[in-house]
């Protein structure tokens, strides 16, 4: 289990564990996620829930760790651009400790 702070104070955190990880990795949701300024906004938190929420429209099969990975951590209620931010700075770190 890891967390992630979401406001730059750190008042607020957010638990994430291998299983939103492995789901992050499963459907490359952060692939082409972020414009070429490098700059993670609202707007870009905007752009990930819309490509979740098509995804889990779209799925005919079970998507239960989509679901998951959005009650616990994308729609959680502190995050915010800054937290996605240190989401993804988490992803990176871990999957290169995967490899």
Known sequence: M???QAN???????????EHLSTIEKYALFQ???DSNGIVDESVLEKLRLNIRSLIAAQESDCKDLLDLCIDVIYHKDMK??????????????????E
Not at 81 to 98: K, R, T
């Open 2 to 4: 890891y967390t992630i």
């Open 8 to 18: 730059p104070t750190g008042t607020r955190s957010i638990q994430v564990t291998e």
């Open 32 to 34: 082409h996620l972020i």
């Open 81 to 98: 651009a800054f937290g996605l931010h240190q989401l993804i700075l988490l992803y990176i770190q871990w999957e290169e400790s995967e």
